[in-house]
């Protein structure tokens, strides 16, 4: 499987942007599929992730403000983040694999597949 993530950039404070991850692959409906940020400095963090089942996990940090969704037919998963804020500047990750279950959505060691990143930069 291979992901491949779109749509950084650079925003203001306030701004919008969607991120899209395109995986290949044949059995990409079958995948818990996740978003990781790594500010500068910072350690990796994990922000939203989405079972197979349509379970969805938000980071406290993102909740309210992110979405998480994907689409099994463009084998594709988007994170629009809304109310974007300088903290939110990072190179954000997808990841995806089979088997995750919920209590470790947010562990990045449960992830095999992983895109390089797109740098999101949020101006104050």
């Known amino acids: 499987v291979q992901l491949v993530e779109s749509g950084g950039g650079l925003v203001q404070a306030g701004g919008s942007l969607r991120l899209s991850c395109a995986a290949s692959g044949r059995t990409f409906s079958s995948y818990t599929m996740a978003w990781f940020r790594q500010a500068p400095g910072k350690a990796r963090e994990f922000v939203a992730g989405?079972?197979?089942?349509?379970?969805?996990h938000y980071a406290d940090s993102v909740k309210g403000r992110f979405t998480i969704s994907r689409d099994n037919v463009k084998k594709t998963v988007y994170l629009q983040m809304n109310s974007l804020k300088a903290e939110d500047t990072a190179v954000y990750y997808c990841?995806?694999?089979?088997?995750?279950?919920?209590?470790?959505?947010?562990?990045?060691?449960?992830?095999?597949?992983w895109g390089q990143g797109t740098l999101v930069t949020v101006s104050s």
């Open positions: 989405i079972r197979y089942s349509g379970t969805i």
């Open positions: 990841a995806g694999d089979r088997g995750v279950i919920l209590s470790s959505l947010t562990d990045q060691g449960q992830y095999d597949y």
